[in-house]
């Protein structure tokens, strides 16, 4: 069992950075691999990033490459989102999310391939 916990959100002006923390629960966290999605207000959840749980191999959605960046720190139980130039589109509620198991082709964009979610943390950006 994992718990997730997701902070770091706000409002923030176009341009500007946030930082979103998700801290994990339990002693396995370094076994899961962990994924970022979002989900803005009248559309579905979409994702945004994810990070393997060994290698630290990880994926962007186009809309967020060269922004964003996913990290983890595994003796922390964390897993980061750094996110610079921000833009109004990028306003949403943001989760992330624990995968037990791994899949082929690009099984990490698929909400339905993740055990845990965390409880997400609401992003504003103004332009």
């Known amino acids: 069992q994992v718990q997730l916990v997701e902070s770091g959100g706000g409002l923030v002006q176009a341009g500007g950075s946030l930082r979103l923390s998700c801290a994990a629960s339990?002693?396995?966290?370094?076994?899961?691999?962990m994924g970022w999605f979002r989900q803005a207000a009248g559309k579905e959840r979409e994702f945004v990033s994810h990070?393997?749980?060994?290698?630290?191999?990880?994926y962007y959605a186009d809309s967020v490459k060269g922004r964003f960046t996913i990290s983890r720190d595994n003796a922390e139980n964390t897993v980061y989102l750094q996110m610079n130039s921000l833009k109004p589109e990028d306003t949403a509620v943001y989760y992330c999310?624990?995968?037990?198991?791994?899949?082929?082709?690009?099984?990490?964009?698929?909400?339905?391939?993740?055990?845990?979610w965390g409880q997400g943390t609401q992003v504003t950006v103004s332009s």
């Open positions: 999310a624990a995968a037990a198991v791994a899949g082929g082709g690009f099984w990490y964009k698929s909400v339905t391939r993740y055990d845990y």
């Open positions: 339990g002693r396995t966290f370094s076994r899961y691999a």
């Open positions: 990070i393997s749980w060994s290698v630290g191999i990880t």
